[in-house]
Nanobody, 123 residues
Framework: QVQLVESGGDSVQAGGSLTLTCLTS????????MGWFRQFPGKVREGVASIAQDGTTNYLPSLKSRFTITRDNAKNTVHLQMYSLKPEDTARYYC?????????????????WGQGTQVTVSS
């Protein structure tokens, strides 16, 4: 059974940092491209960062200087480090796994999704 479980979401003050973790199981982790997405209330889900099987990454350009995606193939996990958080980063963050062999930010390239973790940034 494919499972993606996000953790690490929290309420923080502007300027703070958080690291989100996605623990996966039920599929060969090294064969999947992994992505982090976020969704604002009433909005469509948007791609934040992606990391392919070979470690190449892709970021939403506006976030590239503050967010870092990494994967740990030994632990079947993917992380999203977020720095200098802003109130506009407040959203629910989702982890996803896809079958493309490149880092992609498009939701339609992902087949499996976690339930998300809430990040709230106060000013």
């Amino acid at each position: 059974q494919v499972q993606l479980v996000e953790s690490g979401g929290d309420s923080v003050q502007a300027g703070g940092s958080l690291t989100l973790t996605c623990l996966t199981s039920g599929f060969p982790f090294t064969s999947r491209t992994m992505g982090w997405f976020r969704q604002f209330p009433g909005k469509v889900r948007e791609g934040v960062a992606s990391i392919a099987q070979d470690g190449t990454t892709n970021y939403l350009p506006s976030l590239k200087s503050r967010f870092t995606i990494t994967r740990d193939n030994a632990k079947n996990t993917v992380h999203l480090q977020m720095y200098s958080l802003k109130p506009e980063d407040t959203a629910r963050y989702y982890c996803a796994a896809g079958d493309k062999y490149f880092a992609t930010l498009y939701t339609y390239n992902y087949n499996d999704w976690g339930q998300g973790t809430q990040v709230t940034v106060s000013s």
